[in-house]
């Protein structure tokens, strides 16, 4: 729901966001074109940073920021339904596949999860922190609510989901190449069950085969983490 500004000056603090916001998202873009695809300039990680400077350097307070930043939040819904297209024109490919798509959803889900709930605990991180970093790899929302029914912090989990994404979008190729995984299908599939919607769109940009398996993944994903993370890390004694 978009809270409409209530008065001219925050019209303009809106406008300003919004136009600061894609400003400095294709100027990125540009740049890590430019510069042959870097992993480290990535778009999304670039812009971040920049206009997270940007408002520690003015003063402005995220509330105020979000008055135009609200209107491409608003968009994310109408952006995701969109990445059914690819499925769609791949759809046949996609029904034979099934059985082994929803079993690499679910093993990736189960071993990711428990990997960094136990890379957590060995680098001295308290349960809190394993809990919140547990659902990380899903979309915010869904990892929002995962967090809260298995005892996380939802804030902090919201932020793990973030830099998941963006690392996942940055380094993503980079380990395909260096593993020798060349099949679009298996590549998709393992950026959306990591990466979730950055992931995805990255993906996309990559190959229409490698988005539409990633975007089938990243759905799945979030459909499956919610009824099966909590009983899963109770399973094994780690809730």
């Known amino acids: ?17 919004l136009g600061l916001t894609l400003l400095v998202f294709f100027s990125a873009r540009w740049l890590f074109r430019r510069c042959g695809e870097q992993p480290l300039l990535h778009p999304v990680l670039i812009a971040m940073l920049v206009l997270m400077g940007v408002l520690l350097i003015t003063g402005v307070s995220y509330e105020d920021y979000w008055l135009g930043g609200q209107w491409i939040h608003f968009f994310l819904g109408p952006a995701t339904v969109a990445l059914a297209w690819p499925l769609y024109q791949h759809l046949s490919l996609v ?15 189960l071993f990711g ?3 960094v709930v136990l890379l957590a605990g060995w680098l001295g991180a308290d349960q809190l922190v394993q809990w919140s970093l547990a659902p990380r790899s899903v979309t915010t929302p869904v990892a929002i609510v995962v967090a809260e ?10 932020g793990f989901v973030i830099i998941t994404g963006v690392v996942g979008a940055m380094l993503g190729g980079v380990v395909f190449t260096y593993a020798g995984i060349r099949d679009q299908r298996v590549k998709g599939i393992a950026m959306g069950v990591s990466a979730h ?3 995805t769109a990255r993906a996309l940009q990559i190959h ?31 809730l």
């Open 95 to 109: 029904r034979s596949l099934l059985w082994p798509i929803l079993i690499s959803v679910l093993a990736g889900l």
């Open 1 to 17: 729901m978009i809270n409409w500004p209530a008065d001219t000056h925050q019209w303009l603090l809106a406008v300003a966001a």
């Open 149 to 158: 029914q298995i005892g996380g912090i939802p804030a902090l989990t919201a």
């Open 208 to 238: 229409p085969v490698m988005g539409a398996f990633s975007g089938l993944a990243m759905a799945l994903s979030a459909l499956l983490m919610a009824f099966v993370l909590p009983p899963w890390l109770q399973l094994l004694g780690m």
């Open 197 to 199: 919607g950055v992931g």
């Open 113 to 115: 999860s428990v990997c």
